[in-house]
């Protein structure tokens, strides 16, 4: 099966990332390739493999590399904006999967048809 037949789950690193209080806004960086680290090694739970992992980073945490098991995009802008724009590429290909609490974020891609989970899903708290 190839990679782009798989469930895509794109994660709004910023959003989950900004979900628990833990120092996160000291290194935007360091807490994107946290998170990056935690999906390569833990994926997504309750959702069984093979998946297509993206987490998309913004702002400082922009360049961050990407890992075996999850691609990192950095947006060029708004990283709600490059999120709705992925989805949007895969609307009706594949399930997707987008992993945010942000509620105009979610609004948006759902009218898209993707299904919305909140940062708990990869982050526990």
């Known amino acids: 099966m190839e990679e782009n037949a798989f469930p895509l789950v794109v994660v709004d690193a910023a959003n989950v990332v900004g979900s628990v ?5 000291r290194d935007r960086r360091g ?5 990056r680290d935690r999906l390569a090694a833990d994926g997504v739970p309750g959702r069984p493999g ?8 913004e702002g400082a945490a922009r360049g961050v590399d990407s890992v075996a098991g999850v691609r990192v995009e ?4 708004s990283g709600d904006d490059h999120i709705v724009e992925l ?3 895969t609307a009706g ?7 945010t609490a942000d509620r105009g974020l979610r609004r948006r891609v759902v009218e898209l048809g993707a299904e ?6 990869v982050r526990p708290v």
């Open 21 to 25: 209080p833990d120092g996160w806004w």
């Open 31 to 35: 807490a994107a390739e946290r998170l």
């Open 50 to 57: 093979p998946l297509e992992v993206v987490l998309v980073v």
């Open 74 to 77: 950095s947006a060029p802008g």
């Open 87 to 89: 989805v949007a590429r």
């Open 93 to 99: 290909d594949r399930p997707v999967l987008v992993v």
């Open 116 to 121: 919305v989970a909140g940062p708990r899903t």
